[in-house]
């Protein structure tokens, strides 16, 4: 079965502010990995939704490559609904501010970017 | 609430054979995506868990750059338990071989890549 998505990121610190104070996310775990010299941080939505592990790779682990960015991780997508202004405006004023926003008579919906440069679908 | 993990694909057939024939998902839905000249598949397990969607971008659409690898995406986890072996024994009949094996008194997990070059955790 599909579990999660886990992601790399830059600094564990920087992202869990983004994903938690930014997004919403609550802290599920947190905890080294001796295997990869990482260490590792679960987040899920508080109001339930797949999981988040982000990971981070300290220096000296074989992991730890040059971070650029590729095109496999399309975006990921958070649903926000009748909040989506009210998050717009409050991402704003925390220092993410929409990268492309997209209304039409049927839809609407914004990106902003992670502290990675991964692309953060709001709808 | 986060919702879904998007990733980008090289070609939507061969990357949808991957994951109904040998990661066991099954197709929620497909469709032409006319705002940014895409097709869209959205691949769910068969018992349960999150979605992933996959994305395809035609050519002459301002998405379809070209596809290089980065490092946002860690990977995308999967479990089989009990089936384990079993699964990893049928990947390769596929043509998935193993990238990496891991086996400790503890722990034991593998990593395979999709037709994209994501890697794919199996635990």
Redesign the interface.
Known sequence: ????????VKNLDESLKFYIEV?G?KLKERYQND?NNGEVAVV???????E??L?YYKEGSKFN???????????????LGKDYDNFLSEARKKGYDTVLE?KSPT?RYSFIKDP???FI?I?
């Open positions: 079965m599909f579990m999660s998505t886990r992601i790399r997004m996310m295997v899920v939505s508080e109001d339930g939704g797949p988040i592990e990971n490559e040059p971070y650029s960015g590729g095109q496999e991780l399309d975006h990921l997508a958070f649903w997209v839809n990675n440069g991964i679908l709808a």
